[in-house]
């Protein structure tokens, strides 16, 4: 999109009129795709990325339009380490604007769209909004097939992508 300037434009010296030149615009922030694949259990591979994200100071979106696997994660997010807290709520809880890390479905209630976790096949139709996104593939041969179809597409379109072999660590 080219915006054009509202100033007069200016008269040479033979009095005829320039035309109106370009305004040179910041870009628009494009959304960080990162790709880690590998993970043994993909709703672990969440945690570890959430908690990274909550260590930052960023809020996460740990997407998942699946009821069964959201409360899953709710589930391990609260097991899994004795002696540290990961902040969390469900998508839909009365504290979720408040609260830096959400399980579900709805990005709009996140107060900052810092980081997007997709656990889903597709990435959200919302994922732009988001500063980064985390895709998350299981070793499971279906899920990297869906996996590497998202890469070639966001590839496609322009986007730099980075990986992380999560087997390598």
């Known amino acids: 999109m080219r915006i054009y300037s509202t100033k007069p434009a200016p008269e ?3 009095g005829a009129v320039l035309p109106l030149r370009p305004v040179a615009q910041p870009a628009p922030s494009v ?9 043994p259990d993909k709703g672990d591979a969440a945690r570890k990325l959430a908690a990274k994200a909550h260590q930052a100071g960023q809020q996460a979106l740990v997407y998942t339009p699946d009821p069964a696997q959201a409360q899953a994660l709710d589930v391990a997010f609260w097991t899994s380490q004795q002696l540290s807290f990961l902040p969390h709520v469900r998508c839909g809880h009365p504290l979720a604007r408040q609260t830096p890390i959400l399980i579900g479905a709805q990005a709009d209630e996140l107060a900052r769209a810092d980081v997007l976790i997709n656990l889903a096949d597709e990435p959200p139709a919302f994922f732009g909004r988001f500063e980064r996104m985390l895709e998350v593939v299981s070793t499971d041969p279906a899920d990297r ?3 590497r179809a998202r890469f070639k597409h966001f590839r496609d379109l322009g986007y730099n992508l ?3 072999d999560l ?3």
Request: hydrophobic share 45%; aromatic share 14%.
């Open 31 to 39: 959304t960080r795709i990162t790709f880690y694949f590998n993970a």
């Open 162 to 164: 980075e990986t992380h």
């Open 145 to 147: 097939d869906r996996a």
């Open 167 to 169: 087997a390598a660590r």
């Open 12 to 14: 040479t010296a033979l």
